[in-house]
Structures are given as structure tokens and as C-alpha cells.
Nanobody, 127 residues
Framework: VQLQASGGGLVQAGGSLRLSCVAS????????MGWFRQAPGKEREFVAA????????HYRDSVKGRFTISRDNAKNTVNLQMNSLAPEDTAVYYC?????????????????????WGQGTQVTVSS
């Protein structure tokens, strides 16, 4: 089982990046998918989550209106489109898969509920 995240890089403030996470060894449609991030010296924090079929999404307040999570179960892929990036978005971004069969904010925002994790991709936003 592997989650392979990609798409990170260095971008100027106001720019955009699109992160992708490709899953292998699992059927992605069986999982809630989430993106988390961790900045140096800080705890890992929830960024966005998407339900099994993509009908439901949720974002942390600071990225609402700027980030969009999406998924393509046929391609076993989940994406995070990040627009209007700011220096405070700088972090290592991780995709994760949650096998919990319940869509609830107390669950999908909790990193401990996720079963599988990708290796992380660095996003650096310069001012």
C-alpha cells in the first residue's frame, strides 16, 4: 500500500500549485482522503478532506476559498489545488487515507484517524 504525493515546489506569494496523491494497493473509493501539513517546529494540521465519492469536502478556515480538494477514484488519485498561496502556507504537505466509514468533522480532521500516509511534498511560498 502506497500513497505517493507530488506537485510541491517553490512559488511566490499569490501563486498556485497543484498537489497530487496517487494511491496503489488500495481502492481509493473506500477511503476518506485528507491533506495535512506540517511547518517546521509546528504540529501537523488538517488542511482538507473529501468523502468517498467526493460529494462532501471540508477545509480549515485559513484555506477556504483558496484551496480545492478533489478526487478521481477511477485513477486512484486525490488532488489539492492551491491558489493565492501565502508564506504561511509553507509546509510539508501529506496526503492520507482514512478507512472510517463515517463522515464527521471530529474524525476526518483528526490525523490519528488516518490509516495510510504519503511521504510528504514540500511547499515553499516566498514573500
Amino acid at each position: 500500500v502506497q500513497l505517493q504525493a507530488s506537485g510541491g515546489g517553490l512559488v511566490q506569494a499569490g501563486g498556485s500549485l497543484r498537489l497530487s496523491c496517487v494511491a496503489s494497493g488500495i481502492t481509493l473509493s473506500n477511503y476518506i482522503m485528507g491533506w495535512f501539513r506540517q511547518a517546521p517546529g509546528k504540529e501537523r494540521e488538517f488542511v482538507a478532506a473529501i468523502s468517498w465519492s467526493g460529494d462532501n469536502t471540508h477545509y480549515r478556515d485559513s484555506v477556504k476559498g483558496r484551496f480545492t480538494i478533489s478526487r478521481d477514484n477511477a485513477k486512484n488519485t486525490v488532488n489539492l489545488q492551491m491558489n493565492s498561496l501565502a508564506p504561511e502556507d509553507t509546509a510539508v504537505y501529506y496526503c492520507a487515507a482514512d478507512s472510517t466509514r463515517r463522515w464527521h468533522i471530529s474524525l476526518f480532521t483528526n490525523s490519528r484517524k488516518y490509516d495510510r500516509w504519503g511521504q510528504g511534498t514540500q511547499v515553499t511560498v516566498s514573500s
